[in-house]
């Protein structure tokens, strides 16, 4: 049961994330002089932001071992992020896009991923399913 009230809760997250998106677009758009319009749309995003920590808490509420899973994954997110400014990757697969997402060492263990990522130097980094940025030299992997 906590499980798709956790699965609606994060859909909903999404769904308003995507609109505060919209709504930093159209902020960065109004003239600086129209004031009314600027004060609105910044209001507009600071709600969504209030509704988001709520479901948040909801999250934690419902299941907080999940809940700190899901942060776990965000802040492993956030440092692949910043890792991949300084790198230039040539291949990179999502689990949300291809549906399987792995690496298999040399050893023949295989390592189920968020995302996988190739540097042009062979060299690889991953997001683990359990929220771990982790790199590897390319020879390590198969």
Same mark, same amino acid.
């Given at each position: 049961?906590?499980?798709?009230?956790?699965?609606?809760?994060?859909?909903?997250?999404?769904?308003?994330?995507?609109?505060?998106?919209?709504?930093?677009?159209?902020?960065?758009?109004?003239?600086?002089?129209? *004031?009314?319009?600027?004060? =609105? =749309?910044?209001? *507009?995003?600071?709600?969504?932001?209030?509704?988001?920590?709520?479901?948040?808490?909801?999250? *934690?509420?419902?299941?907080?071992?999940?809940?700190?899973?899901?942060?776990?994954?965000?802040?492993?997110?956030?440092?692949?992020?910043?890792?991949?400014?300084?790198?230039?990757?040539?291949?990179?697969?999502?689990?949300?896009?291809?549906?399987?997402?792995?690496?298999?060492?040399?050893?023949?263990?295989?390592?189920?991923?968020?995302?996988?990522? *190739?540097?042009?130097?062979?060299?690889?980094?991953?997001?683990?399913?359990?929220?771990?940025?982790?790199?590897?030299?390319?020879?390590?992997?198969?």
């Amino acid at each position: 049961m906590s499980s798709a009230k956790i699965k609606e809760l994060l859909q909903r997250i999404n769904f308003i994330e995507a609109d505060m998106d919209i709504q930093k677009q159209i902020l960065v758009s109004i003239p600086s002089n129209n *004031k009314k319009d600027i004060e =609105t =749309t910044i209001k *507009k995003i600071a709600d969504q932001k209030a509704k988001i920590d709520d479901l948040r808490l909801d999250i *934690k509420n419902t299941d907080e071992a999940e809940y700190n899973r899901i942060i776990a994954i965000e802040q492993a997110a956030e440092t692949f992020r910043r890792i991949s400014r300084e790198k230039t990757f040539v291949l990179v697969n999502t689990l949300n896009e291809s549906g399987t997402c792995f690496i298999t060492l040399n050893d023949g263990t295989r390592m189920d991923c968020l995302v996988t990522a *190739k540097e042009e130097n062979g060299n690889w980094t991953v997001l683990t399913l359990d929220g771990e940025t982790r790199e590897y030299p390319g020879g390590l992997i198969k």
